[in-house]
Nanobody, 121 residues
Framework: QVQLVESGGGLAQTGGSLRLSCAANGSTSSVNAIGWYRQAPGKQRELVAAKSSGGRTIYADSVKGRFTISRNNAKNTAYLQMNSLKLEDTAVYYC???????????????WGQGTQVTVSS
């Protein structure tokens, strides 16, 4: 089992920035990547970004150029820096840990509790 502890999030204005953190504990050798999904009210959950311990990274098209995922492998911690925030970025953001395959497919196996990100005008 992998436990995920999230922090960050909150309220920002359009064009502003927020940073999320996610620390993974437990059987971290069973996963090779940490990422985030988000779910806005009335919408399906969608992948935002994921990054493997080897450096492979994927992003949703909607956040490319604005969000940056990074990680500290020694601490099994990942960070999601969110810049140029838009109203449509408002959602609950869920940290997760799983497998990022060489073809870019990401399977999330473990989930955090979620943190609210609200962007206002």
């Amino acid at each position: 089992q992998v436990q995920l502890v999230e922090s960050g999030g909150g309220l920002a204005q359009t064009g502003g920035s927020l940073r999320l953190s996610c620390a993974a504990n437990g059987s971290t050798s069973s996963v090779n990547a940490i990422g985030w999904y988000r779910q806005a009210p009335g919408k399906q959950r969608e992948l935002v970004a994921a990054k493997s311990s080897g450096g492979r990274t994927i992003y949703a098209d909607s956040v490319k150029g604005r969000f940056t995922i990074s990680r500290n492998n020694a601490k099994n911690t990942a960070y999601l820096q969110m810049n140029s925030l838009k109203l449509e970025d408002t959602a609950v953001y869920y940290c997760n840990a799983g497998i990022l395959y060489s073809n870019g497919y990401y399977r999330a196996n473990y989930w955090g509790q979620g943190t609210q990100v609200t962007v206002s005008s």
